[in-house]
Nanobody, 121 residues
Framework: QVNLVASGGGLAQPGGSLRLSCTAN????????VGWFRQAPGKEREALLC????????YYADSVRGRFTIVRDWTKNTVYLQLNDLKPEDTALYYC??????????????RGQGTQVTVSS
C-alpha cells in the first residue's frame, strides 16, 4: 500500500498558473513512474502526463501539451505538475498515481485522494 498525497490545487483565473505536488510518506518515488490524472464531474478519468523512473516524460493528453509540465525533485521525494495558461475546462480533481515500477502506466494501481483545481474568473 502506498499513501500518495497531492496538494497545491485551488482557484485560478483563466490564463493563470498553479503547481501541484505529489509526494509519498511511506515510499521513495525516485525510480518509479509517476503519472498525473484528472477527473471532472460527469466525465471519465483522463490521463495527463507521466514521468518514468529514468525521467522520460510521456504526454497522454494533447490538450495539455505546451501548457502542463511534469518535474521530479529527487531531494524532496516529490513529483510536480506545473499548470500554465489554465482554461476553465481544466477544472477537475487532479491526482497522482504509480504502479511502483520504473515505467509509466495509464492505469496505475496506487492513487492518492487528489487536489481540486478550479479555473474561473
Amino acid at each position: 500500500q502506498v499513501n500518495l498525497v497531492a496538494s497545491g490545487g485551488g482557484l485560478a483565473q483563466p490564463g493563470g498558473s498553479l503547481r501541484l505536488s505529489c509526494t509519498a510518506n511511506d515510499v521513495t518515488l525516485d525510480y518509479y513512474g509517476v503519472g498525473w490524472f484528472r477527473q471532472a464531474p460527469g466525465k471519465e478519468r483522463e490521463a495527463l502526463l507521466c514521468i518514468s523512473g529514468t525521467n522520460q516524460r510521456i504526454y497522454y493528453a494533447d490538450s495539455v501539451r505546451g501548457r502542463f509540465t511534469i518535474v521530479r525533485d529527487w531531494t524532496k521525494n516529490t513529483v510536480y505538475l506545473q499548470l500554465n495558461d489554465l482554461k476553465p475546462e481544466d477544472t477537475a480533481l487532479y491526482y497522482c498515481a504509480t504502479n511502483l515500477v520504473g515505467f509509466c502506466s495509464e492505469d496505475p494501481r496506487y492513487r492518492g485522494q487528489g487536489t481540486q483545481v478550479t479555473v474561473s474568473s
